[in-house]
């Protein structure tokens, strides 16, 4: 036997009805670009004074799961993956749908699978995406990854997802991405990164297996490299406006729109206020023209979501 091949393998998602009840397999079945998830345990060694230079024996402190897979992003998953990782989701219109994402206070639990080599297949549950990160570079396509931590892994005999196909729909390329930022539309900008972070975290009480994942304060980043052409966006972030000579304590804000297109389908990610913390302009001893390498994050304003995603697409709610 030659071994398992490495590239046959598919990672799924599904939301839980509450903790402790296992979702059902479903549509949202993809294949990974990177990264992975599986079971975890952790291990430590007995430390006694029993005059012996041999370490103590060896035992379990807890057992769990982590993941960190990653996808090429596609609208007909997107959807439900913004769902879980922002926790509210209203769908409307008769085809093509509009999935439109914004923060909510409780997350929901969802379930993980894996098939790796048509032999391997585990479950994971009692899951919450911990962060999600899309990024492209210029010319590249649109990527997602995330983080997850959950409860519970369970190895399966068989493949529930054998009847389903594996997503292959059009990838999203930043080529496709028109952009507004510092005022108004821009060609400027050459690569994004955008990060939601839940910062989740297990509990463990008296039992090997965690009592519950409990998500924590959310932060929204977003970073972006924009040739340096003119000076509107530099003094905002260092002298307070646009037209700003004098440094002071005001905290300049943008609206950040990240808009793709692909023919029936698109992604819109909108920040509308985001804090620049980094807008480094550097000389270039070899003269390359500059590219700053802009970070902002997000800020809460009462009555307006820090982060709206719409995803429109042919899937009529966030669980096809």
């Known amino acids: 036997m030659a071994g398992l091949r490495g590239n046959q393998a598919h990672w799924a998602w599904a939301k839980q009805s509450a903790r402790g009840?296992?979702?059902t397999a479903g549509?949202?079945?993809?294949?990974?670009?990177?990264?992975?998830?599986?079971?975890?345990?952790?291990?430590?060694?007995l430390s006694e004074t029993d005059a012996s230079r041999d370490e103590g024996v060896s035992y379990v402190e807890v057992n769990g799961l982590e993941g960190s897979p990653e996808m090429y992003v596609r609208d007909t998953n997107l959807h439900s993956l913004m769902d879980i990782t922002l926790?509210?989701?209203?769908?409307a219109g008769a085809g093509p749908f509009t999935h439109t994402s914004t923060p909510a206070d409780a997350l929901p639990y969802v379930s993980f699978w894996r098939g790796i080599g048509?032999?391997?297949?585990?479950?994971?549950?009692?899951?919450?995406?911990?962060?999600?990160?899309?990024?492209?570079?210029?010319g590249g396509p649109l990527t997602a990854g995330i983080s997850l931590m959950g409860r519970t892994a369970t190895r399966l005999t068989v493949d529930p997802h054998s009847a389903i196909p594996i997503a292959s729909a059009g990838v999203y390329n930043f080529n496709e991405a028109t952009v507004t930022a510092h005022g108004g539309a821009t060609a400027l900008i050459s690569n994004f990164e955008l990060t939601i972070s839940n910062n989740v975290t297990s509990q463990q009480t008296d039992d090997i297996t965690p009592y519950d994942v409990v998500a924590g304060q959310r932060s929204v980043t977003v970073g972006y490299d924009m040739i340096f052409e003119?000076?509107?966006a530099y003094n905002e972030f260092h002298y307070g406006s646009a037209a700003g000579t004098a440094q002071g304590t005001a905290i300049t804000t943008t609206s950040l729109v990240f808009?793709?297109?692909?023919?029936?389908?698109?992604?819109?990610?909108?920040?509308?206020?985001?804090?620049?913390?980094?807008?480094?302009?550097?000389?270039?001893p070899g003269g390359d023209p500059i590219v700053a390498s802009v970070r902002t994050r997000a800020q809460r304003v009462t009555g307006t979501p820090i982060i709206t995603s719409i995803v429109t697409n042919a899937k009529a709610t966030v669980a096809l």
């Open 87 to 91: 926790g509210s989701t209203i769908t």
């Open 118 to 138: 048509a032999t391997l297949y585990e479950r994971f549950d009692d899951c919450m995406v911990s962060e999600l990160t899309l990024s492209a570079d210029s």
């Open 259 to 284: 808009n793709f297109i692909k023919g029936a389908g698109a992604l819109n990610f909108a920040i509308p206020n985001a804090a620049v913390e980094e807008f480094p302009v550097d000389p270039d």
């Open 21 to 23: 009840t296992p979702g």
């Open 27 to 45: 549509p949202h079945k993809t294949p990974f670009s990177g990264g992975s998830i599986a079971p975890s345990r952790t291990i430590a060694q």
């Open 230 to 232: 003119t000076l509107a």
